[in-house]
Nanobody, 123 residues
Framework: QVHLVESGGGLVQAGGSLRLSCTAS????????MGWFRQAPGKEREFVAA????????YYADSVKGRFTISRDNAKNTVYLQMNSLKTEDTAVYTC????????????????WGQGTQVTVSS
């Protein structure tokens, strides 16, 4: 079992930056890939970014490519999402997840989910 806790959300103006963190506890000895997802009010949850266990591979949604950066520090059991040039449409609850990669990061099966952290971008 892996327990995930997100932090770092908040209110920011458009064009600003935030860094989200997701810290894992429990069975962190497994080589899980990590992902970030988001869900805006009235919309379905959507994929944002993923990173392999080693950190060598990353994968982004087109909507955030070039603005967001995912990274991880396995010594701290933490994955980060640096969000720059934020837009009002980035407003959502951001959730991290841990999963198993089958072939590529795009095919990761996510097994554990955090509770989420709210990100609000004002105009």
């Amino acid at each position: 079992q892996v327990h995930l806790v997100e932090s770092g959300g908040g209110l920011v103006q458009a064009g600003g930056s935030l860094r989200l963190s997701c810290t894992a506890s429990g069975r962190t000895d497994r080589n899980y890939a990590m992902g970030w997802f988001r869900q805006a009010p009235g919309k379905e949850r959507e994929f944002v970014a993923a990173i392999s266990w080693s950190g060598a591979d990353t994968y982004y949604a087109d909507s955030v490519k070039g603005r967001f950066t995912i990274s991880r520090d396995n010594a701290k059991n933490t994955v980060y999402l640096q969000m720059n040039s934020l837009k009002t449409e980035d407003t959502a609850v951001y959730t991290c997840a841990a999963g198993v990669v089958f072939s590529t990061l795009a095919t990761t099966r996510y097994l554990y989910w955090g509770q989420g952290t709210q990100v609000t971008v004002s105009s």
